[in-house]
């Protein structure tokens, strides 16, 4: 599962572009660095070529790369872009949120969107792979280890690229980013799969979609921190892959966006692929923002296939740290002491609209295990127009409720006339 070195992925000089549109020069294809972004690198760039390809490059600063690397490179690449780090809440803060909240159910999650009834019809999420991009997820749990999407044209651990993707080993998905796994700093991303897959008839934890397949592609690091360029190779990489949903349990400061984030999720929303995202978590005080007044990415790109999500509680209310917003936030889902699968054969309560994403995720592989020729955009329709509101508080998100599966079957059958 080793990142293919970025010297196989350089483009050949015989490259033959198929149009340039117009005059280029390297400030136009690499212009400054918005006033308000914070967390860009001055050292590390996300370059997409002409090609649709992405790389990441280094350079000793902007100026310098701008002047050398693209300047010399200038008819080969399309747009440059500083890379950013983004940063998940540390386990230790998510889980004292969980702490303060008490539920009746450990698995009040899937009962609450109305999962079992969907299961009890025979869909669990059969012939769907999610796309997970975050932090680790240990492949081997004994509740996800089935459910993990195997690239069969790869044998394992060999340390060849057997199916020359350029990725080396990835016969249960990639890791992006630099240096080992400590499990015990490194448990988002396994939580997140969790919520989506946990098969409960192998241990507590009960997954929306159980018999759905989970693509790991990780960026993030044992600090929560990881890197854009990395989230986007990660990105093309499960797309590549057939991935029909894609899980953002993570996103940028408050008003920085990146272009070559925003391109790449275009074309993958151009492909029909479902983009679910969490709204996030508040500000540094843990409350929520209005994100159609403040907003952040990839949360806020509002894309026809994507669901942004916050987060609920048990009596269908927002919960004070989620972020929300009638036009940019979609849809709310359970993300409160969320229980789900932590590495090495854990199981734990986390909070956060980083549990909320999955939730919804999940959903949406079910209703594409039951409806398999049904598109993105009639998912998304028919969870959205299927919410439970609290009849004493409307939510602040465009739906104005959250998600129930079971009627969003329903409704996504009439919209297909079955």
Known sequence: MNYLLRTTLLISTSLVLAACGGAKTSESVFPATAACASGASENRFIVQWEDGRYTIEHGS????????????????????????????????EVNQLANDFQTESLNWGPQKIGAPQVWAQGHEGSGVIVGVIDGMVDVNHSQLSSNIAVNTSEVPNNGI?????????????????????????????????????AD??????????????????????????GSIGDAIIALNYVANRGAKIINMSWGLDACVAVPNLQATLQQLNSRGILLVTAAGNGDSRGVGINMDITPSYPSAYNFSNQLNVAASTTANFLIGFSNYGKKSVHVAAPGVSIYSTTPNNQVETMSGTSMAAPMVSGAAALLWSAEPTATAAQIKSAILQSVDRNPSSVLEVYSGGVINVEHALSTLKSFLGH
Not at 163 to 187: H, L, P, T
């Open 61 to 92: 600063s902007s100026e310098e790369f701008r002047s050398g690397f693209v300047s010399e490179n200038l008819a080969f690449i399309k747009h440059v872009d500083n890379d950013y780090r983004i940063q998940i809440r540390g386990e230790e």
């Open 200 to 225: 409960q008839s192998l241990g507590p934890a009960a997954g929306v979609a159980q018999r759905a397949k989970v693509l790991p592609a990780q960026f993030i690091g044992n600090d929560g921190g």
């Open 161 to 197: 690229d057997d199916d020359q993707n350029g990725f080396i080993d990835d016969y249960k998905g990639i890791k992006v980013n630099a240096g080992a796994n400590i499990a015990s700093q490194n448990r988002h991303g396994t939580h997140v799969a969790g919520i989506v897959v």
